[in-house]
C-alpha cells in the first residue's frame, strides 16, 4: 500500500503570497486532517476532512483553509502569508470510522514552508 | 487547548540503556498513541493503546496506558542509535482530532 504523500517536500514564499500544499491519503482512506508543527508550538491541528466535508477545525486564522476532492486528496491553502507561518505541514490520513482498532493515524513526510 | 506534557524534555543515554518516557494529561482519554518522529520527516506510530491498564509492546518497546487514563508511559529497551529521534504521545479528542505532546528528543550515544 502507497503511503500519505505530500506534495511539495518544501516550498520558499515571500510574504504577502499564497500557498497551496497537496495530501494525497492512503487508498481507502477518508479522513486527511492537517497539522502545523513548529519548534516553538509543537503539532498544532488545523482541520480535519472526511469525505469532503471539514469535519473539525483547530484554532487558526481564516487565511488557513482547506479542501477535499471525491478521490479523498486533500488541498490546504494558506493565504497573505506570514513570517510566523514558516513550518512543516503534515497531513494525516486516517479511515476516518473511529472505530477501535481504527485508529492511528499515517502522517506523509511534510511540506517544510519557509516565509521570507 | 488541552495540553499533553511529556517528560523528559529530551534524554541523552549510552547505547544499550533502557529509555522511560511519559505523558500526562489533565483530561481522561480513551486512547493513547506513542509516534516517533525522524528529523525532516512525518511522525511514524509505534504503539496504540485502547484500554485502561494496557500494556503493549512492540520489539523493544512497550507502553502503558495508566490506570487513570491521564497518563500513559513509553519503555525502550537496549536502545540503539537508529533509536534517535522525537518521541510523541497523542490522545484523541471531538472525534478523529488529535492532541499530541510537547515531545521527548532522544540522542542515543554510541
Known amino acids: 500500500k502507497a503511503g500519505v504523500t505530500q506534495t511539495p517536500r518544501y516550498l520558499i514564499k515571500t510574504r504577502g503570497q499564497q500557498v497551496t500544499l497537496s495530501c494525497s491519503p492512503i487508498?481507502?482512506?477518508?479522513?486527511v486532517s492537517w497539522y502545523q508543527q513548529t519548534p516553538g508550538q509543537g503539532l498544532q491541528f488545523l482541520f480535519e476532512y472526511f469525505s469532503e466535508t471539514q469535519r473539525n477545525k483547530g484554532n487558526f486564522p481564516g487565511r488557513f483553509s482547506g479542501r477535499q476532492f471525491s478521490n479523498s486528496r486533500s488541498e490546504m491553502n494558506v493565504s497573505t502569508l506570514e513570517l510566523g507561518d514558516s513550518a512543516l505541514y503534515l497531513c494525516?490520513?486516517?479511515?476516518?470510522?473511529?472505530?477501535?482498532?481504527?485508529?492511528?493515524?499515517?502522517f506523509g513526510s511534510g511540506t517544510r514552508l519557509t516565509v521570507v | 487547548g488541552q495540553q499533553l506534557n511529556q517528560s523528559p524534555q529530551s534524554m541523552f543515554i549510552q547505547e544499550g540503556e533502557d529509555v522511560s518516557m511519559n505523558c500526562t494529561s489533565s483530561?481522561?482519554?480513551?486512547?493513547w498513541l506513542w509516534y516517533k518522529q525522524d528529523p525532516g520527516e512525518g511522525p511514524v506510530l509505534l504503539i496504540a493503546l485502547y484500554k485502561a491498564g494496557e500494556l503493549t509492546s512492540n520489539g523493544r518497546l512497550t507502553a502503558q496506558f495508566g490506570i487513570t487514563r491521564k497518563d500513559s508511559f513509553l519503555n525502550i529497551s537496549a536502545s540503539i542509535p537508529s533509536d534517535v529521534g522525537i518521541y510523541f504521545c497523542?490522545?484523541?479528542?471531538?472525534?478523529?482530532?488529535?492532541?499530541f505532546g510537547t515531545g521527548t528528543s532522544l540522542t542515543v550515544i554510541p
Open positions: 494525516a490520513s486516517s479511515s476516518g470510522t473511529g472505530v477501535v482498532g481504527n485508529y492511528g493515524y499515517t
Open positions: 497523542a490522545g484523541p479528542y471531538a472525534g478523529n482530532q488529535f492532541y
Open positions: 483530561s481522561i482519554f480513551n486512547t
Open positions: 487508498s481507502g482512506h477518508r479522513s
